[in-house]
Every structure is written in C-alpha cells, then in structure tokens.
C-alpha cells in the first residue's frame, strides 16, 4: 500500500487531502454535519480530518471518498499541478464549448467593457 506524507499525516497516496475535502464540501455546499451523514461518520471526525488535528484511519478516508464520488464528484492526483477536485462529467449531458473565436464580437464577447 502506497503511503505519502501530507503536513504531518501519512495518508494513502489515493485518499483526498483535509484541504481537498474542505473544498469538495464547498463545491456541494455541504456542511460538516452533511458530509458525516453521507459518509456514517461522526461530525467530530469530519471537523478533526479537516482541522489537520487527528491523522484519519484509512477506513474513513475511504467513506469520505466515496461519499463524495457518490454526490458526483471525482478528486485529481498531485501530477505536477496540484492535487484537485472537481465535478465529474455527466454522461450523456450536453456540454456548452461556448463560441468560437472567428464567431467573437465586441457584443458576445463577455470580456470587461473598455
């Protein structure tokens, strides 16, 4: 089992970071009471893992994990650019790629007027 060291914590290098978790709740605009629910942990634990107070055990950074894979959302690796978290894409929801730049004008740009 692969282990890295996060400000303190020895953490499976697959598991998600206190900030990670903090912003995943932010994305879901859950609480901490929200998250424990979803994840059948105590709100303490939740407080603890994100406050950097108490190295989590690998079982609940597994229910965490999963409790916000199961709300949608998918955690990026560090790879050079930072560890992250984001939305996962939808299947079968029609993506907006917006316009593109020859069909820009001064009117449908969106850009900050001069």
Do not use: H, Y
């Not at 932010?26 to 609480?31: A, C, D, K, S, Y």
């Not at 955690?75 to 992250?84: L, R, S, T, V």
């Amino acid at each position: 089992m692969l282990l890295s060291k996060f400000d303190g914590f020895a953490i499976l290098a697959t598991m998600i970071s206190p900030s990670q978790c903090r912003a995943a709740r932010g994305l879901l605009n859950w609480t901490q009471a929200d998250l424990a629910k979803a994840a059948s942990v105590g709100v303490v634990t939740v407080r603890q893992f994100e406050a950097e107070g108490a190295a989590p055990r690998a079982a609940t950074l597994t229910v965490l994990t999963q409790a916000f894979e199961a709300a949608g959302l998918e955690f990026i690796p560090e790879n050079g650019g930072g560890a992250g978290i984001r939305f996962r894409e939808r299947k079968g929801a029609k993506v907006d790629e917006g316009l593109r730049p020859d069909q820009l004008t001064s009117e449908n740009d969106g850009g900050a007027e001069g």
